[in-house]
């Protein structure tokens, strides 16, 4: 039986490039792990940007309350703070943010503000921290989310926090990637199917070519207990 | 020129109503001990400032000193979930939620440390936060005619921020990770200090590890060891998770007075 | 991955005509070796952009080399006078001063490195520079309507930063005074490191002095020990009074050719 | 015989008041020497900011080549960027810079940009530093020069770098205060008269009330030689 949190994480991993600048932000543990285990296989060179402000840390402490701790800073070489990672991202320099939200459209649509009427939400959301101005400034957002039903992936957001270079969305169930503008479904997890993935899904499935997600290869699982010895990839699914 | 002073009579001088912005980030390096301060005062009105706010503001939200929140994102992180006391402050029509990206707190700041009414901002396009805010707006490049988006700024009576290392005269050091709390220190008209640790003036002038936030720049710095507890404090402690789940465990303000209380005795 | 090269390498990459940000100030760790390199190479047509520059400005006036200066201040300090290259250039028409107030270039420079194509600018208001120069402008708060100066953004093809210590992937770290060369690594397209030293990477990661400059930003590194001589360089060399007056007492870009050839010998 | 360089310094020292904030830029050994002095004698906490970026500097060691060195930060107890220190005047937190130039006007106007015409300068000058934006937003700006002549204190200038808050214009004649837009003398240092000024200044001389420049005291002679031991305050005038 595979676990969502590992199969998600092994799938962002292989989304990251070699070389390229990737940066998450807090409450961010499953995007932090996924970009150590590409570090560790097959983007050894990629760049570790984070709230902590250390670069390419090496995390010899794990934190399992905060992705944006001093952990991220103590062993690094480098220092850019959270202002600057920003500053980088404006200016055209960052390849990948990590994000979330709450909710999600077929159009690569995010809302992370709120439930309901703006004016009088019934739920406020947490916000979206950097979304809004990340999303459409790094060269692809990669998304998750670890729910998938029909609340989080809807027709219609309550609030559009951000739209912009969504690249790809990963939840439990499958990856979806943005292919003119829309949504499509790219490839399914091990252990469902379409049809379950269409009736969790608040709009329409669409694809081109659909493939099977690759089950974690014994070299992932092995190097993702190496970078996350403290599991900290499944705090999402526990809490 | 000793700025040092106790914690009651530090906080005493945040008038209610306060444009207030508190350093470090969720559960990082937040001036917890102020905020309690804050809390057992009774401030009332508060406008907090922050990119990344979770047990700070959550707190102030259930003591009811909050009226409006300018942030990024107001959450605990990993298991600790929503802030339940600012969510239902803000559902209930009792707080403001000011959303900002992140970036736009620190594009705010940074106008108010410029002298600037206004900063420009790239990336914020297609959202509806500018539309639902009127403190973004947008201008055009006098150059190229082309328009960007826009933040108002925002100039915080007080930083209140949790260091390492002071002085007496308010030099203040920061080691590890930043966050905005430099930038804060620039943007508001005061700041105030607490610190794990008071060292002579001589020790940042024989290092090359200087103080970060120049003593011209603060107006009263407390010795506070512990002061971001139950938060994290980059090299000297890990976040208090049992602490930060008594407090959630809270169900009202009274509740919260008590709690208080009880960690004022322990010299909390 | 190593970004180690040599400084005639590293020097080739920069065209002709390109935006050049040289860090340091005045006679204080200004990119010199490098500087010696570029006019040795007879590059042409170079745009400069410093807040206050000096000897290195002067220098590459006199090798010909320079289209335009984009700076608040261009001149040697205390008994050294004026720079006299830079002075005749601009007076003969060969090379346009854009002045600046030093905050306009520094303004101008944060505008690139936030992706901007202007930056508000407080402060500059009776004078005729905004009259003189098209990179200045007026534009409107959207907020409160009130006009405010703007600078358009300058962003370096590349900046030329001398520091104290490198790894060789890139990652530079500038003791002391920093000046406007942290912000430059921002701004620039591309970033060429000259170092006194060569550290491990692992020299940064177990020390609590970080490296400012991460390697990613950084194009080229190149070993260069003396490499802001004869101007100061904090913890390391004081200015050579003797070489600047040797440099100061050369005719024309023809002397200096033999000057910096003697000192290309002499390996610097 | 009192020297002109000992005379400007105390002048200049004078108006320095306790715990103001004060900046001096390159090329500016004599405000720096003042600054020094003021904090020796009268005004301990004012905050002497500079672009080597140390606040406060004890300056244990001495430079004669630049006043934006090292020196300057090696001692400080905390650092503050030039951008900073700009920064801070524009938000109004400044309440003192020294600056200098080539020409001065008696409306507080200052050329430090160039002479002849703009589009074709005669004489390419350095430029006016921070000048254009710090005396516009500093509570005041103290000025210096250590010409006083008719090419100097002009009528009319031939370019207008800056025009602000001046409040004092120090020369090794005499000192001119701002008042009520016009600058009139305020007091002539010892070994000049009035006519020696009118002569040497292009504008027309004005005054309320004249003092003569009390001499440099034993006290801050004594003061003077302490904190500049090497003579910087002389720079100038050996050049």
Redesign the interface.
Known sequence: MIRPCDMMAVTMARLIRDGE?VFH???S?LPMVALLLAKRLHAP?A?HLN?????DP?IARQ????????N?????????????V????????LDVAFLSGVQFDSTGGVNA??IGD?K???????????????I??ARRAILWRTKHDRRTLVNDLD??????HVSDLVTPLCHFTMHQGEMILKSIHPGTDIETIASSTGFPIRYIRLDSTPPPTPAEMAALKEVDPGDLRN??F?? | MSKLTSLRDAVRAIPDGALLALGG????RAPMAAVYELARQGKRGLRLVK??GAMDVDLLCLAGGVASVD?????Y???????PN??KG??Q?QIQ?N??????V?SAL?AAAYGLPFMP?????????PR?HPYFARVRDPFSGQEVSAVRALRPDWAILHVQQADELGNARIE?????DI?MSRAAAKVLITAEEIVQEGHFRRSERKAQIPHFMVHGVVYQPRGAAPC?C??CY??D?AEISSFLALEDAQALTSWLHERGRAGI
């Not at chain 1, 920003?86 to 320099?93: A, H, P, Q, T, V």
């Not at chain 1, 609030?159 to 912009?164: A, E, I, M, Q």
């Not at chain 2, 992180?77 to 802030?83: A, I, N, Q, R, W």
């Open positions: 600048t932000g807090v409450s543990h060179h760049v709230i902590g402000g250390g670069v090496a934190d399992g309350i905060s992705s944006a701790g001093g991220l800073w103590a062993d690094a070489a480098a220092a850019l703070t959270l202002a600057e920003f500053d980088l991202s404006m200016r055209g320099g503000s709120l703006w009088q939400p019934k739920v406020r959301l947490p916000g979206g921290a950097g979304s809004a101005v990340l459409p400034t609030f559009l926090t951000v739209r912009g705090i999402e526990r809490s | 980030n969720t559960l990082n990119t990344a942030a990024g994102f107001i959450s992180e990993s298991h600790f979930g929503l802030c600012y969510r803000v559902e029509g939620a959303e900002h990206a992140c970036y736009t620190i940074r901002v790239a990336g914020l396009k297609q959202s509806d936060l639902a590890g990770p930043e966050y905005e930038l994290s980059q090299g890990p976040a998770e």
